[in-house]
């Protein structure tokens, strides 16, 4: 098992007590972790231990207005890629082929394209093809984690890591066409008035089906897996 791509599984999924206690082992796993920056193990150990003291009820709060009510900062990464068209119900059933294939059931309500649950499976497969995935959507983890430095948010450290982790450095362009669209600040009704204007919802065959970054991402995690996954470990706990 990957152990960082499972700590950064925990670190983003919906914070929970039993999270918070888990916090300082999964602060160790990722400090251990040369593959990341030293400055951004800096800043996931400064994630971690406020994680770990601050009050739950808080911690959930923020999360919600970052993640569930942020179209721009969606957990649900073929919100970026596919918006609301129907490509990303097909999108979605290949994924969850994928995960089957893998021997992987989420247990999780979240959708299959929930990074968390994407983070999870990726942490059970080989470690070329999971940076290959990860490399695949590095320009949205990019994007994100842009969007959560201007919001001062402590969370841009996980997306740091995640792109780090993938071995490549996100294409400059296609992040900037993502940072291009409004930031959709809960707080903020005349950019989320913006948000929702250009967003196009498409009925009938979309003429951009088949975008390649998902076609290169399920292609990527339909590889056969080398052997079984390893035993449970104590990182292995659902959050």
């Not at 993640?67 to 957990?75: A, E, H, I, V």
């Not at 999108?91 to 089957?100: P, Q």
């Not at 450095?169 to 903020?188: S, Y």
């Amino acid at each position: 098992m990957d152990r960082s791509l499972k700590a950064l599984s925990l670190i983003l999924s919906y914070p929970s007590r039993e999270l918070q206690q888990a916090m300082p082992e999964i602060g160790a796993v990722l400090d251990a972790d040369a593959r990341i920056a030293g400055d951004t193990r800096a800043a996931l150990r400064s994630l971690a231990g406020d994680f770990a003291k601050a009050d739950i009820y808080d911690l959930q709060e923020r999360f919600v207005m970052l993640f569930d009510r942020s179209r721009t900062l969606s957990l649900n990464l073929f919100e970026h890629v596919h918006g609301e068209s129907r490509d990303r119900g097909g999108a979605m059933v290949d994924l969850i082929e994928t995960y089957r294939k893998g021997g992987f059931e989420p247990a999780s309500s979240e959708l299959p394209d929930h990074l968390p649950v994407l983070l999870e499976f990726l942490s059970l497969r080989p470690v070329a093809e999971a940076q290959e995935t990860l490399a695949d959507a590095a320009h949205i983890l990019d994007a994100i984690g842009a969007r959560l430095v201007r919001r001062e948010s402590e969370y841009a450290a996980a997306f740091a890591a995640l792109v780090q982790l993938s071995g490549v450095k996100a294409d400059a362009e296609a992040v900037a066409a993502m940072l291009a669209r409004p930031d959709d600040d809960p707080t903020d009704l005349t950019a989320l008035d913006a948000v929702w204007e250009e967003t196009e919802v498409t009925f009938g065959p979309d003429p951009n089906a088949g975008c390649p970054q998902v076609r290169d991402m399920l292609a990527a995690m339909d590889q056969p897996a080398f052997g079984a996954p390893p035993a449970p470990n104590p990182l292995n706990r659902s959050a």
